[in-house]
């Protein structure tokens, strides 16, 4: 079993910067392929970005390229998001998962067994 609380979030300007962090319990985190996904309000939620039990794998949705970094510290138990040059329609609830090596692609919800409960990011003009 797998806990993830997310934190970081809040509200922002458009074009500035933030990072979203999960911190994981459970002694296996590093076995764990990690993702951030992202739900606005009336949309389904997207992926974000993904990164390998090891960190040397990344992958990131297009709407995301170039702008956020994921990364992870496998000896804190923990995953970031680093969010630079906020754009208005990042604004949405960023969740953590944590999900299986291998299996379904890394960018379906599918591929996730666990969780956290989100944390908010608005972006204003």
């Known amino acids: 079993q797998v806990q993830l609380v997310e934190s970081g979030g809040g509200l922002v300007q458009a074009g500035d910067s933030l990072r979203v962090s999960c911190a994981a319990s459970?002694?296996?985190?590093?076995?764990?392929?990690m993702g951030w996904f992202r739900q606005a309000p009336g949309k389904e939620r997207e992926f974000v970005a993904a990164?390998?039990?090891?960190?040397?794998?990344?992958y990131y949705a297009d709407s995301v390229k170039g702008r956020f970094t994921i990364s992870r510290d496998n000896a804190k138990n923990t995953v970031y998001l680093q969010m630079n040059s906020l754009k208005l329609e990042d604004t949405a609830v960023y969740y953590c998962?944590?999900?299986?090596?291998?299996?379904?692609?890394?960018?379906?919800?599918?591929?996730?067994?666990?969780w956290g409960q989100g944390t908010q990011v608005t972006v204003s003009s």
């Open positions: 459970g002694r296996t985190f590093s076995s764990y392929l």
């Open positions: 990164i390998s039990w090891s960190g040397g794998s990344t």
């Open positions: 998962a944590a999900g299986a090596p291998n299996g379904n692609p890394y960018y379906t919800a599918r591929r996730y067994y666990y």
